[in-house]
């Protein structure tokens, strides 16, 4: 039951954070490798980017890669909060004293992010690919044509094989592992550190949305480069005869930083806070009052 609170929670809020996914993607493509003034901006920031790709490609177009989203975030989100609460419940994640221990709840937290990311890769490759797609005006980084899905994961493995299912699967893993783990141990800490100075007593949701708030100011300070490159990386492709732009998470990391500067590593860092701050704020909160009910019911 913890997996599948987990899972509803994560799909639940991927239908109204996958817009901002969309222009964060794009944002992120923009100027791949490319420096100076003479750079074209097709984007220029997230309401911009949603105003363009509404106008040019339409409203639907905002919802581009909707279907592995929310598998995605039913899966990843099943297997992170579902065995971050196991843990929890057995106590894996507290001290002596039954506080919050923060290294333990990031180990516990990051394996769960870790698993989740490695098996959904995948998707996550597709979903990036779709929602990079654009009409030619306004197009960014390379294009894959897929029609959905499932056309997608047959394309994917027809022209890349089983090595396209996982590409950038390590900056996948880092950025998972590192993002769950400030997201779950700064939502446990925060929550436990409230309650300790007497705020929301009486009110969990309101406990467990300031929490949660907290949580999702850290996720991006952390995740936002790491997101970067795994865009790029998933949206390169390595099908035959094609050049390959990076070889891996450090040589990505490091031409961005080289060619595009610090500014490159954190591109998209708007729409990457519109997108995760909400989402991880309505996660959380739907996954503490299901966690809530569970246990109430259990109880009774």
Known sequence: MDFLIGGLAGAGSSIFINPIDVVKTRLQLQGELRSGPKTATKYKSTFHGLYVIAKTEGLLALQKGLVPAMVLGFLVNALSLGIYSMAEAKGYTKNKNGDVNIKKSMFW????????????????????????????????????VYNGLLDGLVKLHKFEGLKGFFAGVTATATRLAIGYSAQLTTFSKA?????????????????????????????????????????????????????????????????????????????????????????VTISLVMWDFLHRLLRSNKTN
């Open 109 to 144: 937290s990051a394996t769960g992010g870790l698993l989740g990311g490695v098996g959904c890769n995948p998707l996550l490759v597709v979903k990036i690919r779709l929602q990079s797609a654009g009409h030619p005006s306004i197009a960014v980084g390379r294009q894959h």
């Open 191 to 279: 929550k436990e550190l409230l309650i300790s100075h007497g705020h929301f007593k009486s009110s969990p949701f309101g406990l467990a949305f300031v929490a949660s708030s907290v949580s999702g100011i850290a996720v991006v300070l952390a995740n936002c480069p790491f997101d970067v490159v795994a865009t790029r990386l998933y949206n390169q492709g390595n099908a035959p005869g094609r050049k390959v732009l990076y070889t891996g998470i450090l040589d990505c990391l490091m031409k961005i930083y080289k060619i595009e500067g610090l500014h490159g590593l954190y591109k998209g860092v708007g729409p990457l806070y519109i997108k995760l701050a909400p989402n």
